[in-house]
């Protein structure tokens, strides 16, 4: 009896809580067994060169993703939309968001297993929807834990996606900042 085993052809199709097991994964056998979902038993027993197919397979599909910015996206029958005003966060989901990405991006890599928790302060249930226009559930740290399994069901392009697009609003803010710093510092030396 052969075997198939389904390896996606990139990240567009891996969920995040399936990439998190990938990225934690210490041997190729734990790697293969997080990628594909087979059990540890099945993979030892492929050949030599079956795992290094697999493994060629995973490293391909792992650098390749196109990351695509959906604002709004069902998980579990649930609708969940992307904070709507990046202008508009609170001091909370600032601090929230900080600190996870500190705990994601260390100087050593990335460290994957905290990506839901991010993404909970990016992305809550919708509460009211007119058109394209729609609210999202207020943020609390509290609420947002309560989100964590569903949203590890992200594919990594919306991951990506979201990522892209926050980094480039930080990105913008910290240039606008800059720049009114800058300005202010000009008006004062103006005024001496």
């Avoid at 995040?16 to 293969?32: C, H, S, V």
Wanted: proline share 3%.
């Amino acid at each position: 009896m052969k075997l198939r085993v389904h390896i996606p052809e990139t990240l567009d199709d891996v969920t995040l809580g399936t990439f998190i097991k990938y990225q934690n994964a210490r041997t190729d056998l734990e790697r293969i067994c997080a990628y594909t979902g087979l059990k540890k038993n099945l993979v030892e027993n492929w050949t030599y060169d079956a795992v290094n197919k697999a493994l060629e397979l995973i490293g391909h599909s792992v650098n390749n993703c196109t990351p695509i910015h959906l604002p709004k996206f069902r998980i579990d029958g649930k609708l969940f939309g992307f904070v709507p005003d990046m202008d508009l966060l609170t001091m909370r989901e600032h601090v929230d968001s900080e600190a996870w990405a500190s705990e994601i991006w260390k100087a050593d890599g990335m460290n994957w297993t905290r990506m839901p928790e991010l993404m909970g302060v990016l992305f809550r249930p919708v509460t009211a929807q007119l058109g394209d226009y729609y609210d999202i559930e207020k943020y609390s740290m509290e609420s947002a834990k309560r989100y964590n399994e569903s949203l590890k069901q992200m594919t990594m392009s919306q991951v990506q996606g979201a990522l892209v697009f926050f980094s480039t609003i930080a990105r913008e803010s910290i240039v606008a900042t800059l720049e009114e710093e800058l300005t202010m510092e000009l008006m004062r030396m103006e005024t001496r």
